[in-house]
């Protein structure tokens, strides 16, 4: 059983991942409205970032974030990924991954929180809801 700390650390680094991977993907050179998808996404990450160590610091919590080795790594998996072929299908197959790893991830968190805090779980399910609708945008771009 997990508790509400710890299901709010994994949402915040779960952001956390999914900017890093969209801002790189964001940086090569695609398909006007993948970009508009993109950073539509972005943007939810970016307020669920900011409301998760809102709500950390409000609580005195101290969070994990995504670790800096974790971030180059991803940096450089994702232009090595993006190098040649069909750049749109390659960079929307790759969010549509990273986007299953955070559903199966953040549910999983669902399913183990020890006690229901209406916060925490309000924004997890934010974030699965997020990105169950970027896999169903970015389809078509496959």
């Given amino acids: 059983m997990k508790d509400s700390k710890d299901v709010l650390g994994s949402v915040l680094k779960t952001a956390q991942m999914g900017q890093v991977g969209l801002r790189c993907v964001l940086e090569a050179p695609i398909d006007p409205a993948l970009e508009r998808s993109l950073r539509s996404q972005l943007g939810v990450y970016d307020r669920i970032e900011e409301e998760a160590l809102g709500l950390a610091d409000c609580r005195k919590w101290r969070v994990h974030q995504l670790n800096p080795a974790v971030r180059a790594w991803a940096k450089t998996m994702t232009q090595m990924k993006l190098s040649g072929g ?8 790759m969010v549509i991954r990273g986007n299953t790893r955070g559903l199966i991830k953040g549910t999983r968190n669902l399913h183990s929180l020890s006690q229901e805090d209406a916060a925490v779980t309000g924004m997890a399910r934010r974030l699965l809801n997020a990105e169950e609708e970027s896999t169903r945008q970015l389809q078509r771009f496959l």
């Avoid at 069909?86 to 197959?93: G, M, P, Q, T």
Wanted: proline fraction near 0%; hydrophobic fraction near 50%.
């Fill in 86 to 93: 069909d750049v749109d299908s390659r960079a929307a197959a």
